[in-house]
């Protein structure tokens, strides 16, 4: 760009600066421009170019300023700021040449305000108005060029376009889309989306940062009222907790902003939180009454009919089977205190340890895996910390598409110096970008990050203080490592030797280098060792216990940290508190009043992912699933629906009629995220609040509600007033989240745990100077296998993931229009030479057929490694876990539904 | 990226492909950016600034029409609609045949032979309509 470069670079002393404006004295920081300058000391100019959060660019020329000594008009916003300087912004000459320059603006722009999306918001509007030039005459104007209506979200309006480029400056420096820029020249230039055609077409992620920034009505979003309230809340859509302003009007939601004040996104949102709230909460599809189903069919009931009912079907079948013929599933979309209750109802009520939810599916191995290695199982650092790191070394993670808001942020990183190693069988947008790019084999993590290790170490570049104070068992760790050459573990991931080593000294060369990694590494057999193999890495090099260094799973959804901070899962209390500690467990009864039911003594646990086989075995017969669809997320789900067939009792509690919930006996109606007031932790360990914006439609109860009323009819009275005092409960039990009060709550944009007291302001990163669990623990393991591998029958090893646009199990996203147009059904991704060989085109349909199912799929061809293809899960007409593996991790349960072999079949008959 | 890096690196690629293809298309320009690592955006907006280059397929002749100031006052208006009848094209158009492209351009700078026109690199002067004529009537293939 043509800007100034000195603006916004790093002062060299932070000083104050002193100079005068209009007349007036006025101080501003080193680095600040002349308009920044002005802005600070409540000066009005006019600008149309200027972004806040932008590189300055002096496009439009109206905030020019007089300065003494200085020739000419310089432009304030790429002026910097200098002692002693001499400002004027206003004068008769300046005037005239503001009002000329405006007019020519003016002059290229053709709209009717009364009838534009933007009109009382629009900075072109304000500026002429200021000016007291008029813009009447666009009126007049015809417009000449057609309006791109093609994406589902916002219209793009060449017409009223004045060349501001701050849409194309947004998408660079904020998204690091590049989605669109500057095309043709003169009179011609047009911003135009990559690709040169429509804006659908392009590579747009439609995050909408350029939409909210436009100053004029060019991109203007298809639907949007003015809100005549805001509610602060949390996007209910994925683990990073992107913070939000809902705004309200009578009882709806009809906008969705980012928070600015956010330290998690900084008031960036993707499409899913900008454009996927409003149609998912205020779907008609919504469940809005019990149902219950009688002679295979539901009909609606009152609360009290269905809740006697269920606590009638609990008792009879804790009569007749014992109480470990229940078990609860409780879900990483619902709030901590809804969380936190219904596993004190397995435990406490119905006196069952078969209590677990969706982090089993992914993150699971995580949490045992660094429990192992480090003593906590949670993200080491905070988001915010990973812009800032040396290096990162991302390892199976798409995070574009499925964290996208820090997935922006490593692309910002990238744009400004960091290095970046990027391992995935796919050329991810990440790889496209990255210095190096590791394409090995679905399920080699281990390899993978043996070799890196095993190459630090020959080359001396571990660090060894660290090691010798702060890490224990490298005996056994070198033992097996000592022959995971990169030549040796080339072979095994199909990653260049050569690759492998550049990648091992950039990583233990960047201080700090972080690890960032997600299910890529997880969901396999192999999850929990495999996260310890990438542990190693920080251990060795003493990357972790700073800030931007260390080991970061990203969670996938919304509170799948906090559903495991409030102990749904079999293997540990809440806080992670231990069965094997009597104290812990006294805790419990104490607190309770009950005996807490016999475990785990009794190896293995019923994880969730067992409760199928524990089903079709008779052990288990009753089962409460709150918003989970297992139906459609779990590894083979053939084998899941026909456990849940064959269960004496189902009951499920959800916002929609999942595949899940129709095999229910009972049904009720949740409220959603903006219908209830909670707390909700996301990935960096934050505990943030939900609040209640909007009634919840029809007979809809908060999720914990109806939990406190199960447990009321089964004789254990839970009597809260309100989500507050569940959280006063849980807290006070559990020492990491001790001081996190809702007051505090109000006052910090949410608190990391641990946050053991209430003066605490909450931990930023983990393991300063100790781990959790004393010593960093290394270990040795040896690369096993996916249990399925390719052969001659099933040629290709199936992975599996999400896309940006849909969510998980999709029920929420396939409420949105806009989201559905644009990723209407499954897809499959196969490399062009394998596409090639199979005779296959883009958009063919194919069956993907696999030891356990077959689906359908479109054909997308796309750089991947050969002889690996990818699909999303989110389709229920297509489910793609019909064909995944349900083969077992067997520390913690976790399903390898990211690597199994399939073939692919093309299609009798073409649509 | 800053815009001067990109244009350097970019522009020499663009012609090579340009000289190998007679035009940019879409995947070519899809396969520059992955290959020097340009956002694809970049590519199409450098390669829609410069005139030289096409990205649309061209036909075997170029006919390029001056509207410079010699030729307007030595009516290159009428040359210009003479030819549009004559090729059945408007500026920027391409013949489906692939035999004639037809373009204005400002100023061809031979305003001694004006009203002039181009066909490929070839300047036909001092026109008229039914030197036009002669010039695309029926034997298009010339
Ligand atoms: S919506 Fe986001 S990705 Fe799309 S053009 Fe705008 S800034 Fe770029
Ligand atoms: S679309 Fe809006 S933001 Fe983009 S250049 Fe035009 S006026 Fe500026
Ligand atoms: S990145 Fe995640 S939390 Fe943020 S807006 Fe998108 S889905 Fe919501
Ligand atoms: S705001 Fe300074 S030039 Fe546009």
Redesign the interface.
């Known amino acids: 760009?043509?800007s100034v470069a000195v603006v916004g670079a790093k002062p060299a002393s932070p000083a104050t600066i002193t100079l005068t404006i209009d007349g007036v004295r006025a101080q501003t920081q080193r680095g600040q421009s002349v308009l920044e300058a002005c802005r600070e000391a409540g000066i009005y100019l006019p600008t149309l170019c200027y972004d806040p959060d932008l590189e300055p660019y002096g496009g439009c020329r109206l905030c020019m300023v007089e300065v003494e000594g200085m020739r000419g008009l310089p432009t304030a916003c790429t002026l910097p700021a200098q002692e002693g300087m001499v400002v004027r912004t206003e004068s008769p000459q300046l005037d005239a040449v503001r009002r000329d320059t405006l007019e020519l603006i003016l002059a290229d722009h053709a709209g009717d305000c009364l009838i534009c999306r933007k009109n009382g918001h629009c900075q072109l509007q304000e500026v002429s108005s200021y000016l007291g030039v008029d813009c009447r005459p666009a009126l007049l104007r015809e417009p000449t060029r057609p309006v791109d209506r093609s994406n589902p979200f916002f219209d793009f309006d060449p017409n009223k376009c004045i060349l501001c480029g701050i849409c194309v400056r947004a998408c660079?420096e904020l998204q690091g889309a590049?989605?669109?820029?500057?095309?043709?020249?003169g009179l011609e230039t047009k911003v135009?989306?990559?690709?040169?055609g429509l804006w659908i077409d392009?590579?747009c992620e439609y995050c909408g940062e350029c939409l909210i920034r436009c100053p004029t009505g060019a991109l203007a979003p298809k639907n949007s009222q003015k809100a005549s309230r805001y509610v602060k809340s949390v996007c209910p859509y994925c683990g990073v907790g992107c913070s939000i302003r809902l705004g309200i009007r009578g009882d709806r939601i009809v906008s969705v902003a980012g928070d600015k004040e956010s330290p998690v996104n900084n008031g960036r949102l993707c499409v899913k939180g900008r454009f996927g709230i409003i149609e998912a909460v205020h779907s008609p599809n919504r469940l809005t009454k019990p149902l219950i189903k009688r002679d295979g069919n539901f009909v609606e009931a009152n609360w009290d009919e269905a809740l006697d009912l269920i606590a009638q079907k609990f008792h009879e079948i804790r009569a007749q089977h014992g109480p470990e013929a229940l078990g609860v599933i409780a879900s990483a979309r619902i709030a901590n205190e809804a969380n936190y209750l219904a596993q004190k109802l397995a435990r406490a009520v119905l006196g069952t340890n078969k209590v677990d939810c969706c982090a089993r599916i992914c993150h699971a191995p995580s949490v045992h895996g660094l429990l192992r290695s480090f003593g906590s199982g949670a993200m080491t650092n905070s988001l915010a910390e990973i812009e800032e790191a040396h290096t990162i070394l991302l390892i199976g993670s798409n995070t574009t598409e499925a964290h996208p808001t820090v997935g922006s942020g490593i692309r910002r990183a990238v744009q400004r110096g960091t290095k970046l190693i990027a391992a995935d069988p796919r050329e991810i947008e990440l790889a496209?970008?990255a210095d190096i790019h590791l394409p090995l084999r679905p399920g080699t993590d281990a390899a993978l990050a043996n070799a890196l290790a095993h190459h630090i170490i020959a080359q001396g570049l571990q660090n060894q203080k660290f090691m010798d104070e702060r890490t224990e068992g490298f005996e056994e760790f070198w033992a097996v490592v000592q022959k995971y050459t990169p030549e040796y573990a080339e072979g095994i991931t199909g990653v260049s030797a050569e690759k492998i080593k550049r990648a091992a000294e950039l990583y233990a060369r960047g201080q700090p280098g972080m690890i960032v990694y997600c299910l890529g590494v997880t969901e396999h057999r192999t999850g929990v060792v495999s996260v310890q193999t990438i542990a190693n890495l920080a251990l060795i090099t003493g990357f972790v216990g700073q800030p931007s260094s260390g080991v970061n799973p990203l969670r996938g959804q919304n509170n799948v940290q906090g559903a495991c901070d409030m102990g749904a899962l079999p293997e540990f209390l809440p806080g992670y508190q231990r069965w094997d500690n009597p104290e812990h467990v006294k805790k419990f009864e104490d607190a309770w009043g009950v005996k807490l039911p016999k475990t785990p003594a009794h190896y293995p646990l019923i994880f969730c992912s067992r409760m199928w086989d524990d089903i079709l075995k008779g052990n288990l017969h009753g089962l409460y699933i709150i918003g989970e669809d297992v139906a459609l997320t779990e590894g083979n789900i053939s084998k899941v629906r026909k456990a849940l067939q064959s269960l004496d009792f189902l009951v499920v509690q959800e916002l929609f009629m999942t595949p899940t919930a129709e095999l229910a006996h009972v049904v009720l109606p949740a409220a959603g995220f903006a219908e209830i007031d909670g707390t909700f932790t996301d990935s960096e360990r934050r505990v943030q609040r939900v609040r209640k914006a909007v009634p919840s439609p029809g007979e809809c109860k908060p999720d914990w509600q109806i939990v406190c009323e199960i447990s009321n009819r089964l004789g254990y009275p839970m009597n809260y007033q309100n989500a507050d005092e569940v959280f006063e409960e849980l807290r006070k039990l559990m020492p990491n989240y001790g001081g996190i009060t809702y007051r505090r709550l109000e006052e910090h944009p949410g608190l990391q745990w641990p946050c053991p007291d209430e003066a605490h302001p909450g931990t930023r990163f983990l393991h300063k100077e100790k781990f959790t669990r004393g010593l960093g623990k290394l270990v040795g393991i040896e690369q096993e296998p996916p249990e399925e591998v390719p052969d001659e029958e099933y040629p290709f090893l199936l992975t599996t993931g999400r896309v940006l646009q849909h969510y998980n199990c999709a029920s929420m996203t396939e409420q949105v229009a806009g989201v559905v147009q644009l990723v209407p059904e499954n897809l499959v991704e196969i490399s062009p030479k394998d596409a090639e060989a199979l005779g296959l085109k883009g958009g063919d349909l194919v069956r993907v057929v696999s030891r356990r199912g077959a689906v359908k799929a479109r054909v997308k061809i796309r750089q991947i490694a050969e002889g690996v293809v990818f699909m999303p899960f989110h389709h229920k007409e297509e489910p793609t876990n019909l064909i995944t593996n349900d083969a077992l991790d067997p520390i913690c349960g976790t399903a390898e539904v990211k690597a199994c072999a399939v073939r692919i079949e093309k299609r009798i008959k073409t649509l | 990226m800053?815009?001067t890096r990109a244009r350097s690196q970019l522009i020499p690629l663009l012609q090579k492909a340009q000289q190998k293809w007679g035009y940019l298309a879409?995947e070519a320009l899809?396969e520059i950016a992955?290959e020097l690592?340009i956002?694809?955006?970049?590519v199409?907006?450098v390669a829609?600034?410069y005139a030289q280059f096409k990205?649309t397929r061209q036909g075997k002749r170029s006919v390029k029409i001056c509207r410079g100031t010699a030729c307007h006052v030595r009516g290159g208006a009428r040359i210009l609609a003479e030819t549009k009848k004559r090729l059945g094209l408007q500026e920027g158009e391409t013949s489906p045949d692939y035999q004639h492209t037809l373009e204005t351009v400002a100023c061809i700078g031979a305003c001694a032979l004006a009203p002039c026109l181009t066909i490929n690199e070839e300047v036909h002067g001092r026109l008229n309509t039914i030197k036009v004529a002669a010039l695309f009537g029926g034997e298009e293939d010339a």
């Open positions: 760009m043509t660079a590049h989605a669109i820029d500057f095309a043709w020249r135009t989306p990559s690709g040169g392009s590579n496209k970008i | 800053s815009d879409s899809r992955r690592r956002p694809e955006s970049k199409y907006g829609t600034f990205l």
